[in-house]
């Protein structure tokens, strides 16, 4: 079995700058943390170390490497953050800083609103009464968001690994180095 210690140290480091991050934008403004902005740019960030898990993996296995051996540490290193991240937003909405839920409903809330003249008053009450009887961060939620994160970051990883797969050339004549060619009569 292969081990991949860089890629769970890189993921390792990726949820702990996604921490500190989060810490930061919530004791300059709470409604950092809200602001779709900044989330669409943490997660781009975000790509980064994917993409440094994937080379530091093509390196270590001399420069070549197949789709699937590019994945394996690339999808290892999202799952170790989407599982630090995921504690830590479960941790800072439901003990540090609760409020920051009515924050995120509010946000939500206001979306909803926008979509009023498309959903229909009725259905736009329904979503919005939800949204306010609801915890979105929930345990329940955020193991539900986890297993979501873990599709999605697959999808993200299938990706990159495209990128940076790299196939030897030498491989395809060593795949039929060994085999006579049926067409040859001294081969019988």
Excluded at 16 to 32: D, G
Excluded at 72 to 87: A, D, E, K, L, R
Excluded at 137 to 159: D, H, M, P, Q, R
Aim: a neutral charge; charged letters at 15%.
């Amino acid at each position: 079995m292969i081990n991949y210690p860089y890629a769970i140290r890189i993921g390792l480091i990726w949820g702990a700058a996604y921490i500190l991050i989060q810490l930061i934008l919530y004791l300059f403004s709470s409604s950092l943390i809200t602001n779709s902005w900044i989330a669409s740019l943490i997660f781009l960030l975000g790509l980064i170390p994917m993409y440094i898990s994937g080379s530091e993996h093509k390196l270590k296995l001399g420069g070549y490497l197949s789709w699937k051996e590019a994945l394996i540490p690339i999808w290892i290193t999202s799952i170790v953050y989407s599982f630090f991240s995921m504690v830590f937003t479960f941790i800072l909405y439901n003990f540090l800083a609760p409020e920051l839920i009515d924050e995120q409903r509010n946000a939500q809330i206001k979306i909803m609103e926008n979509f009023r003249g498309t959903m229909g008053n009725e259905a736009t009450e329904k979503a919005i009464e939800d949204i306010a009887n609801t915890n979105p961060f929930s345990f329940g939620k955020i193991i539900l968001a986890f297993c979501f994160s873990l599709i999605f970051y697959f999808i993200i990883s299938s990706i990159i690994a495209l990128i940076i797969k790299k196939e030897n050339p030498n491989m395809i004549f060593e795949k039929y180095k060994n085999n006579s060619d049926p067409f040859d009569a001294t081969n019988s």
